[in-house]
């Protein structure tokens, strides 16, 4: 597949801006290897192969198991996550897919459990800019494969 266009060339400003996002949620309360792990949810639902090839990097990086990321995309029936990731997945998902459901109050409880309103708040921006990586990277054509992790190892998680 060929990339259509370089939006950070285009448009260097926007880019400025997403990169102010990023900077932010990998400052926030929201823990390294969860948010790369959210990320790589929404990319794997919203079929974005850069961003699925990125965070899959970055997440072995971090020293996540093959097994976790293999069994991310049916998450709900895999034993191997917390409660916390759990309910941050669940909340991830569901802001991806607002149109069906807008964010229960239910899921809003069950997530509130886990975590604090800061928390929350920062979650949730995880979720607004992968999803807008991933329609940048979908629209313009993004090629996968090409990228590679900087991020250091953190300590490995078993299975």
Known sequence: MKSRINSAQVAP????????????????????GLIHLLKLRVSQMNGCAYCIDMHWKDLRALGESEQRLYGLDAWHESPYYTERERAALEWIESLTLITQGHVPDELFERARKHFSEQELVDLTMVGVTINAWNRLAVAFRSEPGVYRSKLKPLAAKSA
């Open 13 to 32: 400003g926007a880019f400025e801006a997403m990169l102010g996002l990023e900077k932010y949620i990998h400052t926030s309360s929201i823990e390294p």
